[in-house]
Structure formats: C-alpha cells, structure tokens
C-alpha cells in the first residue's frame, strides 16, 4: 500500500529496507533532501529492480561498449547510452537514441524506454519478436531492419526470466 509517492533522484538513491510502508518521519530525518525526478517511493517498497537487471552480466556487457572510456566503443556506437554505472544507466535509459548511421539512423530520437516493453527500443534490440513487430508513430524509419540486434554483443538471447523481468519493469512505469 502506497501512503504517498514523491519521486526520487536515481542519483541519489540508496537502498533501504523493503517496509509495506515508508514513514513520514523520514522525510525529515534526511530522506526528503534527496527527492528529486525519476523513481518513486513505490521503487523503495518494491526493491531495484532496475538495480537487480543492471547487475547481471548480460547487462554488464553493455559497459563494454556503452561507457565513454569503453575498448568497445567505436564512432558508430548508439552515442546517448553510458552504462559505467548503474545511475548514468538509468538516466541514460530516460532519453532517445542518438549518434546512429547507416541503416540504424532510422530510430535516432526513438525513446530507449517506452510506453510498454512493445513500444520500447531497448527491448527491440534485445528480442527478436518485438523487435519483428516494432512500430513506433512518429518514427516510421525505425523499422524491425533498423534495429540493432543486441543479443550477439551479449553472448546470446537473455535469459527468459530476465528478459521478462526487464518488460515488467518498464510496463510498470521503469521506477
């Protein structure tokens, strides 16, 4: 049950433990001066999920590439992704694909994180199905061909547990 939700500056995160509820007395105990933009209260009660998917290692390979100082990381490289740390990744995770060239520049400004896991292109890149049936109004060059297979640069297809944890997480709102 959620008595209130004020949001929560990925930034400033820090884990606290799972309570059914968070009492008001801890916004002034310090708890409020980190309230900004991003996750909500409901991501405190319900753990990190995003914090969960982000240390795996199919998803730490993606410092490998996406991180400014990466050995991967080339001139082609999708340019707003930066997975060195798990909040310039979330943050990052909140904006539109840049940087792209050749058949991929089709889903330039396209939102990493959409409406729901259908809609979103980082599940595109990383599910072939959705990937096969993407469509997104407003970009009609991000086509199923202009999305970037993701799964080979990971070794392979996620994990299918994982891969729904990562839809579940951006259906619910991304917290």
């Not at 968070?22 to 409020?32: K, N, S, W, Y």
Request: hydrophobic residues 35%.
């Amino acid at each position: 049950m959620t008595l209130f939700r004020l949001p929560i500056t990925p930034l400033s995160f820090s884990p606290l433990p799972r309570a059914p509820w968070l009492p008001v007395a801890l916004l002034g105990a310090g708890l409020g001066s980190s309230l900004g933009c991003g996750d909500t209260l409901d991501a405190l009660e319900n753990g990190d999920t995003f914090g969960r998917i982000y240390d795996t290692d199919e998803f730490q390979t993606c410092s490998g590439c996406h991180a400014p100082d990466a050995e991967g990381r080339t001139a082609d490289i999708e340019a707003t992704q930066d997975w060195s740390t798990r909040d310039t990744a979330y943050t990052t995770l909140r904006g539109d694909a840049s940087g792209m060239i050749g058949n991929f520049q089709g889903c330039n400004g396209v939102p990493f994180l959409g409406e729901s896991a259908e809609q979103s292109l980082l599940v595109a890149s990383l599910d072939e199905t959705v990937r096969a049936q993407f469509s997104l109004p407003g970009f009609p060059n991000c086509t199923p061909d202009a999305i970037s297979d993701q799964t080979a640069k990971i070794g392979g297809p996620l994990p299918a547990g994982l891969l729904q944890d990562l839809k579940d997480w951006i259906d619910s709102g991304a917290p």
